[in-house]
């Protein structure tokens, strides 16, 4: 993450909950569970986020290169007003890839199922309209990882929900997913 001031208390509360999540989606996961997008098939995901900023929209499109494996990109945009003696309202844009690895054929979950996670790597643009701001968050780049679940309502259209941390966008995302 990009923050001036980080302590081992948030990294270690940041974990802690992402080790609930997951443990949490891997029991769904057990309960439930073949990769609904197969090698050669692609998708777009779209939907909003959730980040300590505000909320972010995205669009992404992934990848099938293997039974289990998927690449994908994602463009997202927030802006962010703050209210204060240093008024400021950054607009951020990310671009960013990721890398999943689905957890569908070796947890046997159905079809309806898309268990989920992996790591992503993205650029991150701040802009300051009003140029004046109290904060350094400055462009740059940001790595995260992301765990997350889809289901599907039809062949093809599917809720997504996803839960992420280390990057701006942290915290999750819930969107529509559509096989193309």
């Given at each position: 993450?990009?923050?001036?001031?980080?302590n081992?208390?948030?990294?270690?509360?940041?974990?802690?909950?992402?080790?609930?999540?997951l443990?949490?989606?891997?029991?769904?996961?057990?309960?439930?569970?073949?990769?609904?997008?197969?090698?050669?098939?692609?998708?777009?995901?779209?939907?909003?986020?959730?980040?300590?900023?505000s909320?972010?929209?995205?669009?992404?499109?992934d990848?099938g290169?293997?039974?289990?494996i998927?690449?994908?990109?994602?463009?997202?945009?927030?802006?962010?007003?703050?209210?204060?003696?240093?008024?400021?309202?950054p607009?951020?844009?990310?671009i960013?890839?990721?890398?999943?690895?689905?957890?569908?054929?070796?947890?046997?979950?159905?079809?309806?199922?898309?268990?989920?996670?992996?790591?992503?790597?993205?650029?991150?643009?701040?802009s300051?309209?009003?140029?004046?701001?109290p904060?350094?968050?400055?462009?740059?780049?940001?790595?995260?990882?992301?765990?997350?679940?889809?289901?599907?309502?039809?062949?093809?259209?599917?809720?997504?929900?996803?839960?992420?941390?280390?990057?701006?966008?942290?915290?999750?995302?819930?969107?529509?997913?559509?096989?193309?």
């Amino acid at each position: 993450m990009i923050y001036d001031e980080w302590n081992s208390n948030q990294t270690f509360t940041i974990m802690k909950k992402l080790s609930i999540v997951l443990g949490f989606l891997l029991i769904c996961g057990f309960t439930f569970s073949q990769n609904p997008l197969s090698k050669g098939e692609s998708q777009l995901n779209l939907g909003v986020g959730l980040s300590e900023w505000s909320v972010p929209f995205y669009i992404g499109f992934d990848y099938g290169i293997d039974r289990d494996i998927t690449l994908g990109a994602e463009l997202s945009y927030q802006h962010y007003d703050r209210w204060s003696d240093n008024y400021y309202n950054p607009n951020i844009i990310g671009i960013s890839g990721n890398g999943n690895y689905h957890f569908n054929r070796i947890l046997n979950i159905p079809r309806k199922w898309d268990l989920y996670a992996g790591l992503n790597l993205g650029f991150y643009i701040w802009s300051y309209p009003h140029n004046r701001y109290p904060d350094s968050h400055t462009t740059g780049v940001g790595l995260g990882a992301q765990v997350g679940g889809r289901y599907f309502v039809s062949q093809k259209v599917a809720l997504n929900l996803e839960f992420g941390g280390g990057n701006e966008f942290s915290g999750g995302k819930f969107g529509v997913t559509i096989k193309l």
